[in-house]
């Protein structure tokens, strides 16, 4: 009962967290949810193992494990423990699951968890650790990001299961309607398009991506397509930007470095349409940089993983006013992305 006894408490849970995210990433990567999900009913260890072909031995211990985390619910039957999805698996973590989050949790753990492993060394370094994590050669961020193209779709439908958690959260921030023409700069697979489309008809979106993930995109999803959505392949800091009156960066800037970030933003500023503007969206961080907690993480995962930061209010809105977007609004959207519009 002592203070001390409470603070190796602490210490013992922050020490662990690791392992609750490999429970969840070995969980998602085994299909343990998808299972159950197509089961007639709860299942004891066995039956589980035997679907999934793994260890009994590993099997039981990994579902026990799961259940305080709830992520499984379990029911004892005699001496037997049959198990079921919790209400968090069933919304987020089966396949088909229209809210699903398991293509960006195994991007996660197959990808991201790898670098954080050399967080120190990217501390020492100030620099990202893909090329340590993976023995790749150090160069160009995206090559070493988009590696393969097995990871490139992994992350492209990561971030179509994000928006459809957070799209319309941030699309719904500020009225969009008198933006007419709206061009999302890295939309990947269209999925924040096509909710802006669904939000305001009267718009007309297009996606602006490399051409590898356009190209990805038409080979693995149902795009949307039509007048109101179209596809555009193209490197946003070399080649012409579609013209519109409103630019989305989602999850954009914060990948880059303040010179990339101003280069960038002039760049929309010439493409943009007179009373144009920018939707930035991001993860904000408090002015005084004290949280939230998963916006300081993500900011040691820029570290980790990319050459940027996550930044404040303030932070965005001076890069903004430099490129030529002086109107500053934001707003807080109570999700893990906030939005930012700015007005040329």
Not at 200 to 214: N, S
Not at 236 to 256: C, K, M, N, S, T
Not at 307 to 316: D, F, K, L, V
Not at 328 to 341: C, K, S
């Amino acid at each position: 009962g002592s203070p001390q006894d409470g603070a190796y408490l602490l210490l013992s849970q922050h020490a662990s967290g690791f392992m609750v995210s490999q429970v969840l990433f070995a969980a998602c990567e085994l299909g343990v949810f998808d299972l159950l999900a197509e089961a007639p009913g709860p299942l004891d260890a066995t039956a589980i193992a035997e679907g999934l072909g793994t260890s009994s031995r590993g099997t039981e211990r990994l579902l026990e494990a799961c259940v305080p985390l709830q992520l499984l619910d379990v029911d004892t039957r005699g001496e037997r423990a049959v198990y079921r999805n919790s209400g968090l698996a069933s919304a987020f973590l089966t396949r088909l699951g229209p809210r699903s989050q398991r293509a960006m949790l195994l991007y996660l753990g197959r990808t991201t968890y790898r670098c954080w492993a050399h967080l120190a060394e990217a501390v020492r370094q100030g620099g990202n650790q893909y090329p340590r994590a993976f023995g790749v050669p150090a160069g160009d961020l995206w090559a070493a990001i988009y590696r393969s193209p097995g990871e490139r779709l992994q992350f492209t439908r990561g971030l179509q299961e994000v928006w459809s958690v957070e799209g319309r959260r941030v699309l719904t921030a500020f009225d969009l309607s008198a933006f007419p023409r709206i061009c999302d700069l890295g939309g990947g697979s269209g999925a924040l398009a096509k909710e802006c489309a669904a939000l305001y008809p009267q718009c007309r979106v297009t996606v602006f991506d490399l051409l590898e993930v356009v190209q990805a995109a038409e080979t693995h999803f149902s795009l949307p397509r039509g007048e109101q959505v179209v596809f555009h392949a193209g490197d946003f800091f070399q080649d012409p930007l579609p013209e519109a009156d409103l630019y989305i960066l989602a999850r954009v800037l914060h990948d880059w470095a303040e010179d990339k970030c101003s280069r960038l933003l002039a760049r929309v500023h010439q493409a943009c349409r007179p009373g144009g503007g920018v939707l930035v969206v991001e993860s904000l961080l408090d002015e005084d940089r004290r949280g939230p907690l998963t916006t300081l993480l993500f900011s040691l995962n820029m570290l980790v993983q990319a050459e940027g930061q996550e930044r404040t209010p303030s932070q965005y809105r001076r890069l903004l006013a430099a490129a030529g977007f002086p109107r500053f609004r934001f707003q807080r959207t109570g999700g893990t992305y906030d939005a930012i519009l700015a007005g040329k």
